[in-house]
């Protein structure tokens, strides 16, 4: 049997305890699978397509959208009125926990970690920074940035103050020794995938996401396995680097069965890391990355960021570039739309650096 295309019908409804666990509905309907033609023809590969995870619905969109889902249902199950997350000073999660929480009537309180070190303005002020203001969050910050049990002991002290105020706080941890309840997001996201790959007309050869804290990655991974699905999953490392990640994604594997009572389908060999792209480090972006971000907007109209939809979408032009089938390729755009403003000074830069080379301007 070719996996790499199983039909609608042959999908499992559900298994494990995924119906089970609290959910919170926060996308609305499915996101879209597009085909990229001007890129497949800019760079001599067909049958590219992008699953649009940037346009999720809330608040600028994004794949935290979905893993929100888990850790909202969680809240709501401890009648929790006060959400508490940590992140980057640009952080995609904490902006979407705060308009979920907007959404749901809730409090949120944000502490924002000093992960990238920059003196650039917009950085600190623009971008995700305005719209955590602008959804009336309240901003901590947390002098350190990799540190993520300090930043979570961070979040319970908060939590602790906010009790006795008489507020019913839930903490969405950072670490990886919790529970990765929003992994699950991208369990059912497999799912979704899965039935819109069904209905094309070739079979998906692979799948290539950003691999941050790794939900996204091993949610995907995992749901596509436990529904019979072998395609390849590529995670494009963009925190750190892959030899770490695999750990982290093995884990975060074991930990979504343990959530679900199921076995693991997931083996060694199904987690693919490429750490290519990574250098210069975190929330910097080399002139790869840069050119990608420029070819996606110019061929296909993408917003891309430097931070984490960039370096993925440079990772998945080289997945395209060595590859050998025909059928799809699919990029996840998980969305970051926001950093592009926080990253005004390096895209400038860049279109000033790149404007001599051919990344795609038409004039
Ligand atoms: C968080 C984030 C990622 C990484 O997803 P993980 O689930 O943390 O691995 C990728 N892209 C964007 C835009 C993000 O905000």
Redesign the pocket.
């Known amino acids: 049997m070719n996996t790499h295309s199983i039909s609608s019908a042959e999908l499992p409804a559900e298994f494990g305890r995924l119906s089970q666990l609290p959910r919170m509905k926060l996308l609305e309907a499915a996101t879209a699978l597009e085909p990229m033609p001007n890129l497949g023809r800019a760079v001599g590969s067909a049958n590219l397509f992008v699953k649009r995870d940037d346009c999720s619905g809330l608040a600028f969109g994004?794949?935290?959208v979905r893993?929100l889902e888990f850790y909202f249902g969680a809240a709501k199950a401890e009648a929790a009125d006060t959400i508490l997350i940590t992140g980057a000073v640009q952080?995609?999660?904490v902006r979407l926990a705060a308009a979920a929480a907007c959404k749901h009537d809730m409090q949120c309180h944000i502490q924002l970690e000093e992960r990238v070190d920059k003196d650039n303005p917009y950085y600190r002020s623009s971008g995700n920074v305005l719209l955590d203001r602008l959804l009336g969050a309240t901003i901590h910050s947390f002098p350190v940035g990799e540190a993520e049990d300090a930043a979570d002991k961070g979040l319970e002290d908060l939590a602790a103050n906010l009790r006795r105020d008489g507020r019913r706080p839930y903490v969405i941890h950072l670490g990886p020794s919790h529970p990765p309840l929003?992994a699950l997001g991208y369990v059912v996201a497999a799912r979704e995938l899965l039935g819109q790959i069904a209905s094309m007309a070739m079979p998906a050869d692979q799948i290539v996401v950003?691999?941050?804290?790794?939900?996204?990655?091993a949610g995907l991974l995992f749901g596509l396995r436990a529904m019979g699905s072998d395609i390849p999953v590529t995670g494009i490392c963009?925190?750190r680097a892959a030899e770490l990640q695999r750990l982290r994604i093995d884990s975060h594997c074991r930990r979504i069965a343990e959530l679900l009572q199921i076995g693991s389908p997931v083996t060694d060999a199904d987690i693919r890391l490429d750490e290519s792209v990574l250098a210069p480090g975190y929330g910097y972006a080399g002139d790869d990355v840069m050119r990608a971000v420029l070819l996606g907007a110019r061929k296909e109209a993408l917003m891309l960021?430097p931070?984490?939809?960039g370096k993925?979408f440079a990772g998945f032009l080289r997945a395209a570039g060595a590859r050998s089938g025909t059928g799809a390729i699919i990029f996840v755009h998980?969305?970051?739309t926001p950093?592009i403003f926080a990253y005004e000074n390096e895209m400038a830069d860049a279109f000033a650096r790149l404007s001599a080379e051919d990344t795609g301007s038409r004039t």
């Open positions: 994004g794949n935290k893993q952080s995609n999660f929003g950003a691999s941050g804290s790794g939900n996204t990655h963009v925190r960021d931070t984490y939809t993925a998980t969305g970051g950093g």
